[in-house]
Nanobody
Framework: VQLQAFGGGLVQAGGSLRLSCAAS????????MGWFRQAPGKEREFVAS????????FYSDSVKGRFTISRNNDKDMVYLQMNSLKPEDTATYYC?????????????????WGQGTLVTVSS
C-alpha cells in the first residue's frame, strides 16, 4: 500500500488543522492505520491509531481529547482532526498502515509509511 499525507501547515496556538492520508491498497487487503509525529531532535512518537472498522481507536495522552482519528474505507482515506493545537504539537506527521484489521500504538507494527506533512503551531 502507498500512503500520501497532506493537510499540514502553519497555525496559531488554539487553532485547528485536519490532516488527511490517502491510501492506495490492494483489493481484499485490510489495514489498521496510525498517525505518528516527529519533532526536530526528537524520536518519532505515536499520536493515534484506528482499526479497520473504525470501532477501536487509540490516542497518546498528549493529544487525547484534542485530536480525533477517523477513516473512510470507501475512499481509502484516514483523517486526523487536530483541535486546540499547542506549540508542542509542532512536528512532521506521518500516516502509517499495518496489515490486518487491528490498530496498534507501536511504530514497529506498521510496515507502510507516508512521506510526512509538516505542522507548525506558533505561540
Amino acid at each position: 500500500v502507498q500512503l500520501q499525507a497532506f493537510g499540514g501547515g502553519l497555525v496559531q496556538a488554539g487553532g485547528s488543522l485536519r490532516l488527511s492520508c490517502a491510501a492506495s491498497r490492494s483489493t481484499g487487503k485490510y489495514y489498521g492505520m496510525g498517525w505518528f509525529r516527529q519533532a526536530p531532535g526528537k524520536e518519532r512518537e505515536f499520536v493515534a491509531s484506528i482499526n479497520w472498522s473504525g470501532g477501536s481507536r487509540f490516542y497518546s495522552d498528549s493529544v487525547k481529547g484534542r485530536f480525533t482519528i477517523s477513516r473512510n474505507n470507501d475512499k481509502d482515506m484516514v483523517y486526523l482532526q487536530m483541535n486546540s493545537l499547542k506549540p508542542e504539537d509542532t512536528a512532521t506527521y506521518y500516516c502509517a498502515a499495518k496489515s490486518g484489521t487491528s490498530a496498534s500504538t507501536r511504530a514497529s507494527s506498521y510496515g507502510y509509511w507516508g512521506q510526512g506533512t509538516l505542522v507548525t503551531v506558533s505561540s
